[in-house]
């Protein structure tokens, strides 16, 4: 490595000071006088260089120097926004180091550490991924106490190759004096277990849910030194909840150590009174609503054909009261309005429940919500859980209403009233709003009735966290419902210390604690010019093999921007603005005699080229794309709109102009 001289001259300049600083030379003399005296023996009067070097070794000296030595750049460089000059020093000033997480020595800490997993026996015949190959991959995700982690991606195996630790704060919410360590008999009162998910992503970044545990991390209390392995085997989700889909070898450790651990009797008699207890509630709640669903029927037969639903099976066909898949959910500075929220959670994908075998049944399954975001899609029902959880946290009064849509398919929606008596529906899926105005049976036939916009037609309960409402109205259409929910003659309320008992957070039961939404990790800007250009790329090849040249018009493609904002802000606003100035710039941008078209396009993934071949689908896109002509130019435009979760909206615009002939 060749220096320039001036660099050369610097750095000899740099070591000069720093050996007159830490009197190297004196102690250089100290060591070769030792040296002559004690070690060469009176025949070999010669020293050579090796043996002063290995003198200076082995007292340490050269390695006190390098230590001490430190080479100094300007101390702008680290402001600079421009691409830095290759480094010319011999060492690099800030070599990569592990990122190191503040501990709090005040603090109880949980290591849990993933060593590897085994017999996944699905992916027994899956072969080793070669170097750079694309391959489907694991991701374990966590959540304990309001703190969430996500692995590092491994490739799917019968023996995944996970090596991750996660810390985990036990104080987390306040538990207890926050100026005090916690000992181990308080720590066993902490219920709440280690949620863990795991997701497979394939070579196309489809998302697939392979299994949710719930960790009972409590077992390290009793272990000798603070320190305890387990395997724990994972089980699948839906249809296949009891078949095995592999074993992960978990270690898990106190930080700091326990200075007294407890009795394996103790530990054990307290998760057998836990388990007691939440049966008990449990199987009282199971009485209670039975003893209600018997009351309901009395009121009308024909109410037996009604959806309502007071359990769900969640992912892993565990039966829970369906008021405890809602709880108000704050979303921090990470969603500002309902109506963001309503736009956030229609951007997630929708996916039914896969069923195994024809029928045409609908297989039942309502996910815990971290097993919904980590995977990023779900059904209906878990966009409406999550979507009535953020308007709860944003105030709102709010429900999950279970009915049917056109024929007599079953849909989950949300409805929210008003402090005015205005009931409002938000269909989870779209981020829609209508306004229910319900028509009065008993009318005259002069009178004029609202013509409902919503898609709902029956509807048979409704639910949230605190409350739940059976419809015995005469008829359970939602044009006739009139939703006044004290009205008791129009709607069968449940004990709200019932639901309470069983669903209400900090109670000893099997409800899984909220996890808090996570930030988006994707650059909008980065992605938004990453699926343009390879858009650009699809699109010149396409118009290739018709025979077709294809001349891009950069300036075009950017007027495109104002209007794909507008969409969004639309969509998530009702508000429509803007369009005046697109239009405007658009004329100015379109010659005389030339013929402007354009094509604006909605998707909720990021993937190119699945894009373009549904673009392709619609005749006015493919007018676009196909266009032939004089002067032909052509335009695209991306803009990726990023929310919590990683989720996002994707607006793709093609346009194109050229001379009309005609």
């Not at 209400?504 to 899984?512: D, F, I, Q």
Request: a neutral charge; glycine letters at 6%; one cysteine or more.
């Amino acid at each position: 490595m060749s220096l320039p001289p001036e660099k050369a001259s610097e750095l000899k300049q740099i070591i000069h000071q720093q050996l007159v600083k830490m009197d190297v030379h004196g102690r250089i003399r100290e060591v070769l006088a030792e040296t002559i005296r004690e070690e060469l023996a009176p025949e070999h009067q010669q020293l050579s260089t090796e043996d002063l070097i290995k003198a200076l070794r082995q007292r340490g000296i050269i390695d006190d120097v390098m230590k001490e030595l430190k080479f100094v750049t300007d101390v702008n460089e680290k402001e600079r926004t421009s691409a830095p000059k290759p480094s010319t020093h011999f060492v690099d000033r800030e070599p990569p180091v592990l990122k190191k997480t503040n501990i709090d020595p005040t603090r109880r800490y949980l290591y849990l550490q993933v060593l590897g997993g085994k017999a996944f026996l699905e992916h027994l015949q899956e072969p080793e991924p070669l170097p750079g190959q694309i391959c489907s991959t694991f991701t374990l995700c966590l959540h304990f106490r309001n703190q969430r982690f996500r692995s590092k991606p491994v490739p799917c195996a019968c023996e995944p190759d996970f090596h991750d630790g996660f810390l985990l704060e036990v104080h987390k919410d306040s538990l207890g004096d926050g100026s005090k360590m916690v000992d181990a008999t308080t720590m066993l009162s902490v219920c709440d277990p280690v949620h863990m998910v795991l997701i497979k992503t394939d070579t196309f970044g489809e998302t697939t849910l392979v299994a949710s545990y719930f960790l009972e991390w409590r077992s390290v209390l009793a272990a000798e030194n603070g320190i305890t392995n387990v395997a724990v085997e994972l089980l699948g989700v839906g249809t296949e909840s009891k078949v095995s889909v592999g074993v992960l070898n978990i270690r898990l450790e106190m930080y700091p150590q326990l200075n007294k651990t407890l009795s394996l009797e103790i530990t054990n008699t307290q998760f057998a009174l836990e388990r007691q207890k939440t049966a008990e509630k449990e199987r009282l709640f199971l009485v209670y609503a039975k003893q209600w669903w018997r009351e309901y029927l009395q009121i009308r037969p024909t109410h037996n054909v009604r959806l309502v639903k007071i359990f769900a099976q969640d992912e892993n066909g565990v039966n829970r009261p369906v008021c405890s898949y809602i709880r108000p959910l704050r979303a921090g500075r990470l969603l500002d309005t309902p109506r963001q929220a309503a736009r956030f959670v229609s951007v997630l994908g929708y996916e039914r429940a896969p069923v195994i075998g024809g029928g045409g049944g609908k297989q039942e399954q309502w996910c815990t919500l971290l097993a919904f975001l980590c995977r990023n899609k779900g059904d209906c029902e878990d966009h409406a859980n999550l979507l009535c959880s953020l308007l709860l946290g944003f105030g709102l009064e709010a429900f999950v209403c279970v009915g049917t849509k056109a024929k007599g398919v079953p849909h989950t929606w949300v409805m929210t009233c008003g402090t005015d008596g205005t009931i409002t529906f938000w269909e989870s899926l779209t981020g829609h709003r209508y306004i229910h105005r319900p028509i009065n049976p008993d009318d005259p036939p002069l009178v004029e009735q609202p013509k409902p916009l919503y898609p709902y037609r029956t509807i048979g309960c409704i639910f949230n966290h605190q409350k739940f409402f059976g419809n015995c109205q005469p008829s359970d259409a939602v044009e006739v419902c009139v939703f006044d929910l004290h009205d008791e003659s129009k709607w069968k309320a449940m004990s709200g210390e019932a639901i309470k008992s069983v669903c209400s957070p900090g109670t000893v039961s099997s409800v899984p604690p909220f996890p808090p939404l996570c930030a988006s990790t994707i650059d909008a800007a980065v992605t938004s010019n990453e699926i343009e250009l390879q858009l650009r790329i699809l699109v010149s090849e396409h118009r290739k093999d018709l025979g077709l040249s294809t001349v891009w018009d950069d300036h075009l493609s950017y007027l495109l921007s104002p209007a794909l904002a507008a969409y969004e802000l639309e969509r998530t606003t009702s508000i429509s603005a803007g369009n005046e100035e697109f239009q405007d710039a658009v004329r100015r941008a379109v010659p005389d005699g030339h013929t402007f078209k354009g094509f604006p396009i909605h998707f909720v993934y990021r993937n190119a080229r699945r894009a373009f071949a549904t673009c392709l689908r619609s005749p006015f896109c493919e007018e676009i794309i196909c266009c032939r002509g004089d002067q032909v130019r052509l335009a695209v435009r991306v803009r990726v709109f990023v929310y919590p979760e990683s989720a996002c909206a994707v607006w793709i615009m093609f346009a194109c102009k050229y001379r009309s002939v005609l």
